[in-house]
């Protein structure tokens, strides 16, 4: 089956008992016992529920996985792959990461006897040299948020397979629809389902897809005994914001592109990332591992804050807001907002700064959003004009 029809069936049969063909919110914390061990395969909803078991199924298929598992939110999925280590255990981390991913990691994990090095994962050189005997864990981010780098799944892969250590890919920012990491040797692929995967902005979710059994079977025990679930509601929400992925995914595509392009002609625009670009260093590495280019586009503008403060207060349809991967247009100040919790020093060392922005690129009429740019970008011009 295609892309898009496994959005819309994978794991869901229209309901046994009424023929309904959305899956039920199965609100329900509990499930009746025929007898003593004898039941139709649910006993607690923290164990499984089965609108979230469809929701599971689901997600595994988009990403090419024999096993999916969802969770409260991404972070809660990105906690839950910890339960793969131990104290004594070292990861490598790609340092442009979520600025709660970096949390967790940097001031959470730590203090339980795993050690984290930051690195730049777009160099394969840089990874190898920092592997370490007890190295057991690659996480990256690609495209990484904010600055939409991208490292190479199919090499860094194949270079932490020769070495025993298991490959993460956040895969949040492309998405299913434009990229699998399984498929290119990774061996665990997380989302926060609160972004594309949703797609609405109405629900926080997560989730993990591997084909590994054993990795299964550990962050399987891990869900239940750690409990970070989501409740039937949410998963509901997220299976049917899944449905329209392939739709809404090119819709943000297309625009982004439209956005980059107008962002890279603004003369107070420093630098725009974006990997749909030419002028993206890893545009070609793009082209090979995705399928399209996303709808993040990220932008430094002349200014530093004060540009970047008066450009979010001057647009009426992009809104300042945590977040991404909604119907709608949303700005972030990264250095504030999304990577607040990151160290001054490496922030802006990584190319965080003041003058930053973040934005989500929504499925509006894209004239509607040029039409708002243009007009924020004139109130900036004429601003920073007065000052000089
Ligand atoms: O917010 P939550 O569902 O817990 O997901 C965490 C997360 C994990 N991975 C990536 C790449 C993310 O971007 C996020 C959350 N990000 C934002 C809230 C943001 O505005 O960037």
Not at 226 to 247: E, H, W, Y
Not at 278 to 298: C, E, I, N, Y
Request: aromatic letters at 8%.
């Amino acid at each position: 089956m295609k892309f898009s029809t496994k959005a819309i069936h994978a794991g869901q049969e229209p309901d046994p008992a009424t023929g309904a063909i959305m899956t039920p919110i199965y609100q329900t914390s509990t499930f009746a016992q025929e007898s003593i061990g004898v039941h139709k395969g649910f006993e607690y909803a923290r164990t499984h529920n089965p609108t979230r078991q469809a929701l599971e199924k689901c997600l595994a298929s988009l990403e090419n996985g024999k096993y999916g598992l969802a969770f409260a939110s991404g972070m809660a999925a990105t906690s839950c792959c910890a339960n793969l280590l131990k104290a004594g255990d070292h990861v490598i981390v790609g340092e442009d990461v979520y600025g709660g991913t970096y949390r967790l990691f940097a001031k959470v994990l730590n203090k339980y006897g795993i050690e984290f090095t930051f690195i730049d994962s777009r160099d394969l050189n840089v990874v190898k040299k920092n592997i370490r005997p007890n190295t057991k864990m690659l996480w990256i981010e690609t495209p990484t948020n904010p600055l939409l780098r991208l490292a190479d799944i199919k090499a860094l892969s194949l270079e932490a397979k020769n070495h025993k250590i298991i490959t993460v890919v956040d895969n949040t920012f492309a998405s299913p629809y434009f990229q699998n990491p399984l498929d290119l040797g990774a061996d665990v692929v997380v989302h926060s389902t609160t972004k594309y995967i949703g797609g609405h902005s109405d629900v926080v979710g997560g989730a993990i897809v591997t084909n590994d059994d054993v990795i299964y079977e550990t962050l399987l025990f891990h869900q239940n005994a750690v409990g970070g679930v989501p409740g039937p509601m949410d998963c509901f929400l997220v299976l049917r914001g899944l449905k329209t992925l392939s739709l809404r995914a090119n819709a943000h595509a297309k625009n982004a592109q439209e956005v980059a392009r107008f962002l890279e002609n603004q003369k107070l625009v420093e630098k725009v990332y974006y990997p749909g670009l030419t002028s993206h260093p890893q545009h070609d590495l793009a082209k090979a591992q995705m399928r399209g280019f996303g709808g993040m586009v990220s932008f430094v503008l002349k200014g530093g804050f004060e540009a970047a403060n008066t450009l979010c207060q001057n647009t009426k349809i992009f809104t300042l807001a945590e977040s991404l991967g909604g119907i709608e247009s949303l700005i972030c100040h990264p250095s504030s907002m999304t990577h607040g919790s990151v160290p001054e020093s490496d922030r802006i060392e990584r190319g965080i700064v003041d003058g930053l922005l973040r934005f989500s690129v929504g499925i509006e009429d894209i004239d509607d959003l040029l039409e708002d740019l243009t007009t924020a970008f004139s109130v900036l011009d004429k601003k920073l004009k007065i000052k000089v």
